[in-house]
């Protein structure tokens, strides 16, 4: 399919109500992203909860994704696993939905050795036509894909990037200096999203950009345009705001912002995660909510 992959994406959260999806809250973010300039959409990503979904909930998600986007924007769907045969098997059974590509985390809980995650990779990406962008994230996986096996990679047709949250600034930048021309590196570190983009990188798929969303577009756009000063203004109201968005357990913090902007329903998250805490949310509350919308 070959679709470009730079710019903002957004890994939509999954709003919840009484335990179950709430789809009108959902469909109502995706239009908001859209409306606020997000290049592409992310769903069933970390972010979005996805271990905690069933089938039947993950296939109405992209339904209503596709729906709403109606092609304004892509959608990269989040299917990956530590079971290579698993994500295989769930390829075909979504195989009769539209969306560009897929965004798949490498293989967790079982860390596998370099030769081990090439073979996976190269199997989901023999398993399906769409475009497949590596994620990397050792904080989460226990496992960290290098350079080297990540530019191996790279040399298979339909992989076409990777969101880096290597949480290594010199792996990040090594990276930046050798990828080959029409390879993406989308940062997933949020908080390194104007260091990323000033050393060269493709764009961010960041959790943070559910807030404040038309800033970080707008640091975007300055680096497009080669403007470094205004990137640095578009940033530095984001510098401190990030962190705090993180503090506690993603997408706890992001929800209640959200919630309490009234974009969805309910700060609701599905076990094992729960709320925030009370010291947190009075932190996010002192923060006044027309910044958070700004």
Not at 60 to 74: K, Y
Not at 175 to 202: C, H, I, Q
């Amino acid at each position: 399919m070959s679709t470009r992959i730079s710019g903002l994406w957004v890994p939509l959260v999954t709003p919840f109500k009484d335990g179950a999806v709430d789809f009108a809250s959902y469909e109502r973010l995706v239009a908001h992203y859209i409306a606020c300039g997000a290049d592409g959409l992310f769903p069933l990503g970390t972010t979005g909860e996805s271990p905690t979904l069933d089938e039947d909930e993950v296939e109405a998600l992209i339904e209503r994704t596709l729906a709403i986007a109606a092609g304004r924007v892509p959608v990269f769907v989040g299917i990956g696993g530590n079971a290579t045969r698993k994500v295989e098997r769930t390829l075909e059974r979504l195989r009769r939905l539209p969306f560009e590509g897929i965004v798949s985390v490498c293989p967790y809980y079982n860390r596998p050795s370099q030769d081990g995650l090439i073979a996976h990779f190269r199997a989901i990406a023999e398993a399906t036509d769409r475009d497949v962008l590596i994620y990397n994230i050792p904080y989460r996986t226990a496992v960290n894909l290098s350079n080297d096996s990540l530019l191996e990679l790279a040399k298979v047709p339909n992989i076409v990037g990777v969101k880096d949250s290597s949480g290594s600034i010199a792996q990040s930048l090594d990276l930046l200096a050798r990828k080959p021309a029409g390879f993406s590196v989308l940062t997933g570190e949020d908080a390194l999203y104007f260091t990323m983009m000033a050393n060269g990188a493709d764009g961010g798929i960041l959790a943070a950009s559910h807030l404040m969303t038309e800033r970080f577009v707008e640091v975007g756009r300055c680096f497009a345009g080669n403007d470094l000063d205004g990137a640095r203004r578009a940033w530095a109201p984001l510098a401190s705001f990030v962190p705090l968005l993180f503090a506690e357990a993603n997408p706890m913090p992001i929800k209640y912002c959200l919630w309490r902007q009234g974009l969805i329903t309910s700060p609701e998250c599905r076990l094992p995660l729960t709320r925030i805490s009370e010291t947190l949310a009075h932190r996010l509350d002192a923060l006044s909510l027309d910044r958070l919308a700004a």
